[in-house]
């Protein structure tokens, strides 16, 4: 079947049938341009791999599965319990980095490449379910990046540019990608007669996003759901879509490295965190007004409009988290984000009217102009800051320095003793901490080691209890700043950036 044919088939696809009206010429070219600078952009910044937030904690879980993928044990702490962050994408990424001899962060640009392929040919598959105007797909992907706010927002998941640029190669941008390939599936396979392999296959593909990235496991289950009700009944026997949930369900039961089901109790330990999620809607998300303006001509137009259902799913579950408590739910903000953007971009090129479009093409245009210059500061992950205008370098967030400098001495599988941001990065590069850099809702000591690691920094703490932490734990090795803890009976190895220190535990 193909595209305009499918679009024509789903309720609020009536663009597809006035895919005679076109964007002027120039225009087709500067926003297939622009998509493809942006796309550059952020291939270049696969090059340099930048590190703020997770990267640490991805780099470590590859680094286990490469040492050891039948029983890894847990990424950041020697010990053996399951993690959610062994997935079956980060078991193929270990496996790649065991047979190749590749570096871990060798690995995870290859990891970034893919998941940026991903992202960029499911959101074409999907917005070519919508729409059949040339320039639907450089449109939607302006929007997806650029149509956010007037701060920047970074969060895995999230992919507005900036974000994206810092988030790239975590298992999120995989997961999304992989989300935008499984609702185009699902739309074709709803509009056409689609066997029990297809169902089959929808199920399982559906059931490794969730183990690959649970959050945006969310935002797929939502976009999915929608696309179910947007489409016409009748179109498939319940037989197999349910044979194909059952699938899914299975996978999930059968994956072997941690307990999916048991996560539903990890919600407590993540709310405090995610609170964040919430706060200065209007300076991270003000511009994607535009684009729920845009849903109401959709909605006119249908009812059952598959980016109207996708939105408003998306608001009941985003406001049930704010209203309950459960700020982990916020994580689903994609889901009321994205649908939102898409239309706005649809409707730039598929309105009714010429001027109306026109009207459309311009708002959208001024809107991704404010957008843009929002996320200006991404420039400065490939171009030098001092090369950089000033107003745009103010905008530039330097990202972290990583602790190669510990390497020559810290091997794999010691145990360092750090807290605060050390914690989550050396654990990429081999070794072990006290008390995990993140929330790990699977290691029954965890509070444990955040008071004992805790107390070892602790400038009251005698040293005999510092010996006694040592020794149950296992340290060899510290890195604190010099003067921040007394390092009576430690000796000094190496010296790194901003004044840290490694000791090494006789």
């Known amino acids: 079947m193909t595209a ?19 964007l002027p010429a120039a225009g087709r070219t500067t926003a297939w341009t622009v998509a493809g600078l942006l796309l550059a952009l952020l291939a270049l910044v696969i090059v340099r791999l930048p590190w703020a937030g997770d990267l640490g904690v991805h780099a470590a879980t590859l680094q286990r599965l490469r040492h050891g993928p039948l029983d890894p044990g847990n990424p950041l702490v020697d010990a053996d319990t399951p993690s959610p962050y062994y997935s079956p994408w980060t078991l193929l990424l270990g496996t790649v980095a065991r047979l190749t001899g590749l570096p871990v962060f060798a690995v995870l640009r290859l990891a970034a490449a893919a998941g940026l392929l991903l992202l ?25 990046l650029l149509l ?28 999304l990608g992989l989300a935008f390939h499984l609702w185009a ?39 999915a759901a929608a696309t179910v009700i ?19 369900v299975v996978v999930l039961w059968a994956w072997p490295y941690y307990d999916f089901f048991a996560l539903s109790g990890a919600g407590d330990a993540l709310e405090p965190v995610h609170r964040v999620l919430y706060g200065d809607p209007v300076a991270r998300y003000a511009l994607v007004l535009l684009g729920v303006a845009a849903l109401v001509p959709r909605w006119r137009r249908g009812r059952r409009d598959p980016l109207v259902v996708f939105f408003a799913l998306g608001v009941l579950v985003v406001a049930a988290g704010w209203l309950s408590g459960h700020y982990s739910w916020g994580r689903a903000l994609p889901a009321v984000v994205v649908p939102a953007q898409l239309a706005a971009a649809l409707e730039a090129v598929g309105a009714g009217h010429r001027r109306l479009r026109a009207g459309w093409a311009a708002l959208l245009t001024g809107a991704l102009l404010i957008g843009g210059w929002a996320q200006s500061g991404t420039l400065g992950y490939v171009v030098p800051r001092g090369a950089l205008p000033a107003a745009v370098a103010d905008r530039y967030r330097p990202p972290w320095t990583g602790y190669h400098w510990i390497t020559p001495w810290v091997r794999y599988g010691d145990v360092v003793m750090a807290e605060g941001r050390p914690a989550r990065q050396i654990p990429a590069y081999g070794p072990y901490t006290v008390a995990p850099g993140y929330p790990d809702f699977f290691l029954p000591d965890e509070e444990r080691r955040r008071r004992a690691t805790a107390a ?27 003067g921040a803890l007394d390092a009576a009976g430690l000796r000094p190895v190496a010296r790194g950036p901003d004044g840290q220190v490694l000791y090494a535990v006789p």
Not at 128 to 144: E, I, K, Q, V
Request: charged share 10%.
């Open 4 to 22: 305009p044919l499918l679009s024509s088939a789903v309720p609020g696809g009536s663009g597809a049938r006035r895919a005679a009206g076109r």
């Open 120 to 144: 960029v040919t499911g959101l074409g598959r999907y917005v070519r379910t919508l729409s059949a105007h040339r320039t639907a797909p450089a449109l939607a992907l302006l929007s997806l």
């Open 148 to 175: 956010w706010g007037t701060t920047p927002f970074l969060w895995s998941g999230f992919p507005g540019l900036n974000s994206l640029a810092l988030t790239v190669s975590y298992p999120s941008t995989f997961t």
């Open 185 to 223: 599936w699902l739309t074709r396979a709803l509009c056409g007669a689609a066997g029990w392999g297809a169902w089959l296959g929808l199920g399982v593909l559906w059931a490794v996003i969730l183990l690959c990235h649970q959050f945006s496991g969310v935002v797929a289950t939502v976009g």
């Open 230 to 248: 947007g489409t016409p009944p009748g179109r498939s026997a319940l037989p197999r879509p349910a044979a194909g949930l059952l699938a899914g």
């Open 456 to 482: 070892y920094f602790a400038q009251r703490t005698p040293r005999s209890v510092r010996r006694e932490t040592e020794r149950e734990y296992g340290v060899r090795w510290v890195v604190a700043r010099a």
